[in-house]
């Protein structure tokens, strides 16, 4: 560490941190002192590969299982995240649809929770902002408003989707994603491996493949395993931020801070920092989603060209949200889904269905015996969610009419859907979230929690692109 | 579920719990006993000679073969189940098919089946069968 006071700590390297940074360095000229501490270490892609190969690497040692870094007390709900450099882009799967403007007022629309206090209009400019960064593939004709085109063009469609799309328009559409349709200059296009957790042609955005020069400016310095666990408030303020880094205590002073850990993690700072928001670590969850498989007649399901190959809005946005949620569909393009009848082994497709859920307050994050370690208790699913699921498996057959359907068989409700949400609730006002419309904490002045933390409702939607044009939005207006 | 299919499981898993060293060593190798299945769950399709075998192989290299598992195996073998009824035969026959050109050649039943190594983006080049390497775009019709 080269100094013990900066303009600028930053907690994570995730896309929160990353996108966040990016625009503050693109505002603020001249000299800065900007340090990023990051918990875990960088273990590069090309590691990875290796490692998947069954090779050794002398850097799976970084590799950090998410169950050894949280205290999950419910041990069949899952919560899969990457710590280390890029944080949870080295996990994430690259789908990037936007939110529905009606997703950010869902109490005024539909009287259901709160509303945010940013809206879709709010953050249009820093969707796009960040789906150039991404180089996200997707059409032109999207369910939601949209400026300007997306940077690459839509992955093609299955017989299926081409269908589906006939039958409903901009309510199926191919998926926009940060997997690339094509190459670009450090990506490759997308093989439909279909395992985009690491993925093996490197398709897939990272923060590593971003070309963000995020962490390569001058004015950041970056320090790999400092484990943050307190901030020191002082009148309000976050004055130091207190970290462990080999072993050592250590702390350093910020004029700004900026957490941008995941859900768990910055609830956990703010925690055992004192914040006694009642909210703090509460209402966190993600969306529920379950796999349906779709057995066609004499059609198969060929020419997907990524993982999730399109999304249906059929379920999605209506009225139906004052009595139960939004679903929205994904058709997945897995190749372990065949058939082994003789003649039918691809007139199989496989959607996900991916259903919103609401921030209750019985599901919470808290503190634990370990000042590193976050206790996860997520204890249920709302009622509004699992009546969505009933309705949709009224209503599927009748969305599918247009194709030549065999028979549905509905899976089980998956373990995770790879999400962390809530925690940290945006609000207008202190008594019902955890920070405000820019993403600072409503009592510690100096101090932003981005993330889908700061997500006031879940929607159906991924949450990644969301979070990215908000930290876009949250450094713009502020700085 | 049927009274005769429930003394059959009921029979197997009280024969897991007392006897399994003998079920271990009497029951006939598991290899052998899963290429007679894809030999016979595929028999109308060429299987290149060796083919399953080779798949086999690997097969068990790659997954957990331990005493556990090889006890599943021949309860599977004893039970007589299929691919409907196990998912661990179903699981078997869907990555045998994976691992071969049978789907580059678009499953063409009159070519002979070839084993190329086991499916995994991470190891062949085999392409996820459904997508658009096999079936590019312009092949798709429109509908």
Sequence with gaps: MKYDHYDLVVVGTGFASSFFLKKYLAKTKGEKKILVLEKGYFYPQAERLKVKKGEYSSDQKHDLPWQDAILNVNKEKEWPFSTGYGGSSNCWWGCTPRFMPNDFKMQSKYGIAQDWPVDYNDLEQYYGEAENIMSVSGPDDTPFPKKGKYPLPPHAFTLVDKIMHK????????????????????????????????????????????????????????????????????????????????????????????????????????????????????????????????YLDNMKNVGGSTWVNAN?????????????????????????????????????????????????????????????????????????????????????????????????????????????????????????GVVDQHLVHHQYRNLFVLGAGAFTTFGPSNPTLTLSALSLFAADKTF | MKRRKFITLAGAAAGIAIVPPSLYFIAPGINEFAVELIEKEFYYLKLAPGSAVRYVDDYFKSSANNTLSTIKWKTTYYLKLNYEQSDRIRELLKYYLLSTDFFINKMDESKMLNYLGLYSPYHSPLPNPYSFLIYPPAEIKEP
């Design chain 1, 167 to 294: 039958t409903y328009g901009n309510k199926y559409i191919s998926q926009p994603g940060a997997r690339a349709s094509r190459s670009i200059t450090h990506r490759n296009g997308c093989m439909a491996f279909s395992t985009c957790e690491t993925c093996p042609v490197n398709a897939k955005f990272t923060i590593e493949n971003s070309n963000m020069q995020v962490y390569e400016d001058p004015r950041v310095e970056l320090l790999y395993g400092a484990q943050v666990y307190h901030l020191e408030m002082v009148n309000n303020l976050v004055q130091k931020v207190l970290f462990q880094q080999d072993g050592k205590e250590r702390s350093v002073k910020g004029e700004v801070v900026v957490l941008g850990a995941n859900p768990f993690f910055n609830a956990n700072i703010l925690l055992q920092s004192g914040d006694k928001n009642p909210l703090t670590g509460r209402g966190f969850g993600e969306q529920l989603g379950m796999q349906v498989l779709i």
């Design chain 1, 312 to 432: 249906g809005y059929m379920l999605y946005d209506g009225d139906h949200r004052k009595e139960f949620a939004a679903c929205l569909i994904e058709a997945n393009n897995a190749p372990y889904d065949i058939r082994l009848e003789r003649g039918k082994y691809l007139n199989m497709a496989s959607f996900r269905m991916v259903f919103e859920d609401l921030p209750l307050n019985s599901n919470y994050i808290t503190t634990s015996n370990n000042p590193f370690i976050p206790e996860v208790h997520f204890k249920d699913r709302s009622a509004y969610t699992l009546k969505a699921v009933e309705n949709m498996k009224q209503k599927l057959p009748g969305i599918l009419s247009c194709l030549p359907v065999e028979r549905l068989k509905f899976l089980p409700p998956a373990s995770h859907e790879g999400h962390i949400i809530g925690g940290t609730r945006m609000s207008n006002h202190q008594k019902d």
